[in-house]
């Protein structure tokens, strides 16, 4: 499977200023879809509707030349979009087992 975490590289390449419109969001979440292997398309409108009603920022309603996103709140908004609509957990962490060896043991019986 691909690698899913959403890379600060990647967001550069599409955000090159810092800050994005709804499209630009829209584009990250759709290649991000992509490198998932997931057979989805979110077309542009959605976005910006997202951005009207505060669903990319939770409660915080942009419209308009106000509608600008950093890559922060862009990563965070596509990882719950992502986990939301495909329960797949974009942030994976990967645990050694030798990091679990002494927790084994407190929960024999």
Request: with cysteine; aromatic share 8%; proline share 3%.
């Amino acid at each position: 499977m691909a690698n899913t975490k959403l890379t600060t590289e990647h967001i550069m390449t599409v955000v090159p200023d810092g800050t994005a419109t709804p499209y630009m969001v829209h584009v990250v979440l759709n290649d991000r879809l992509a490198e998932l292997e997931l057979d989805r398309k979110v077309v542009p409108q959605m976005l910006y509707n997202y951005s009207r009603n505060g669903m990319i920022v939770k409660g915080d309603k942009r419209k308009g030349d106000e509608a600008r996103y950093t890559r922060d709140e862009i990563t965070e908004f596509v990882d719950r979009w992502i986990n939301k609509n495909y329960k797949i957990e974009t942030k994976v962490e990967v645990v050694e087992e030798t990091e679990c060896e002494g927790q084994l043991e407190a929960f024999e019986v």
